[in-house]
Structure formats: C-alpha cells, structure tokens
C-alpha cells in the first residue's frame, strides 16, 4: 500500500485526474473512504469548482452516508456540468432519500444525452428504473 502512494504520487503529483480517479475509485467500493477524501481533495485544490471532481465528493459524501452534503454537492455539479455520470449519481442519491419525481426528472434529462453512459445504465438497471 505504502509503495502503490509513492509510486502513484511521483508518477503523477501534479495530475487532479490522477487523483480525481483514485479517491473515485475508492468511493465507489466504499473501501478506505478517508484515504478517498484527501485524494479528492488534493485533486479539488488543483482544479476548484471541477464538476466531475464535485462528482466524485458528493459520490464520497454519499457513501459515507452524509445525505445533506451529498445532495448539495451532486445538485451543484450537475447544475454547472449536466452530465449522464453526474446524473446518475445525483439521481440516486435523491432516490435513496425518497425525492423519486426529482430522481427520475434528472435521469431522464440524463437519458438524453447519452443513453448509453456506462455509470448511467448500471444505476438505473441496478435500481431497476425504466428510462
């Protein structure tokens, strides 16, 4: 684990995406979620106001069961960046805390412009959603 850091951080110390991605990457499993939230960060503070970096922390936020932050941040995001990944995510948040109108307004809009986003499909077949 300690190499993985080194090796990750002197191939790619000044790369928001590099990090971006690997805090995602943890978020998404639910694995190491505090080692998530310096990636993202790290990432946020090269790239402020990034949407898909947003993504990521309000996915983290998610996943550490913060729902107030969550949303917040997933509804920022998506508003600055409507994006089917984005959408997706905010989407199921929304869904998680009952606001399924809403849920089911930005996967439709997120259907829209691309139907066959990977992250988008997955959710909405996972949560067994008829676009």
Not at 51 to 71: V, Y
Not at 90 to 108: C, F, I, M, N, T
């Amino acid at each position: 684990l300690e190499f993985r850091r080194v090796l990750f951080r002197s191939l790619a110390p000044d790369n928001p995406n590099a990090f971006n991605a690997l805090g995602y990457s943890l978020a998404d499993r639910g694995e190491r979620l505090d080692e998530a939230r310096t990636l993202i960060g790290k990432a946020l503070e090269m790239r402020p106001g990034d949407p898909f970096i947003s993504d990521s922390l309000g996915w983290l936020e998610f996943r550490s069961s913060h729902m107030t932050d969550a949303t917040r941040i997933l509804r920022e995001a998506y508003g600055s960046r409507p994006d089917p990944e984005i959408g997706a995510h905010l989407g199921e948040v929304l869904w998680s805390q009952g606001l399924k109108d809403e849920a089911r307004k930005v996967w439709a809009e997120s259907v829209k412009l691309d139907a066959e986003n990977e992250t988008l499909v997955e959710t909405l077949k996972r949560l067994k959603i008829k676009p």
